[in-house]
Structure formats: C-alpha cells, structure tokens
C-alpha cells in the first residue's frame, strides 16, 4: 500500500517536471506542489522504515542513521556499540538515546576518536574522549574477552606481547606460519 502510494507520488512528480510552464505564478505553483509531493514521499518512506523495523528482531544501523528516518521513532530494548574505544561521548550518546540498555564493546588500547578541537600536550585525544574510555572509568562492570579470532598470529602476536602482556590466546582458527601467503 505504501509503496503503490510513493509510486503514484513519483509519477505525479515526473508528470509535473515534464509540463512547459509559461509563467512566474505557473512556476511558483509547480514548485509548491513538487515540494508537497516529495514532501509526502518522505513521510511515506519513514512510516514505511519505521513500521518495517519494528517487525524484526535485529536491527543494524550506524549511529548516526540510527536517528533519522523511522529508526529514530523506535525504541529498542537493545543497543550493541561496537568499537565503542573510536565513537565520541556525544555521538555514543546518539546511539543510546532509543534504548532501554546498551552494550558498549571496545578496547581502551586501541585508537582513540578522531577530535580536531580536543587534544592533550602530544596532540592525542583526551583519555575520557571515547564513549568506551568515558564509560570504562566510571563504571566497574566490564568484561576482558581474552581470545583473539581474526588475525595471522604473527600480526596478533606484536599486540599480544607488547600491550596486552600476553593476556590474549591466538585461537586455533586464526591462520599460522605458511597459512598466510599474501602474494
């Protein structure tokens, strides 16, 4: 039904772009009900994307897209923020704002978010900059998952040994010695 109503809309709006205006008011009337059709379409589009996520059990969305359109008229009763160690206190915040709890999963070794107005005497973020660090510091609830799954050992191995003291076990699955041919 909805999707029949935006493609009565488009047509309407193909049908007016195509018709030879003669003058000022002509124009400015055209212009009007362009903006109102479109207008309509958007509406449709969000009530549509709205509707259709709530009908499902798992949503992915960035952040940022989490807020527009009918993700931002849904409450979740779930909200997982991965790589929280690189996402802003605010912009985490954007993230949890439709949710009744949030998972926040990072690493307060790795990068620190991007900030140009921000930074300590060596250039570098502030500590408290990512939501994961902000979070982690006032909070005594969180979990160190010690097994690593994706890279080489030999890749994992450098970070194993150098920042995380030989806490992280390379999984059997990740890749070893002659495995790993990258010509």
Known sequence: ELIDTIEKLKSKINNLSQTTLESDAEIETRQAQLAKARRLIRELQTKAEEKSTRSVDITGATIIRSQLGGLANVNFDTVIIDEASQITVPMGLLGMVNAKKCVVVGDHNQLRPVIKTASTSDGSPPEEASLFSFLRNRYDNE?????????????????????????????ESCPRDSECNPD
Do not use: C, M, P, T
């Open 143 to 171: 979990q160190w998952l010690n097994h690593h799954y994706r890279s080489h050992e030999d890749i994992i191995g450098f970070a194993q040994k150098h920042v995380y003291n030989n806490q992280i076990v390379v999984d």
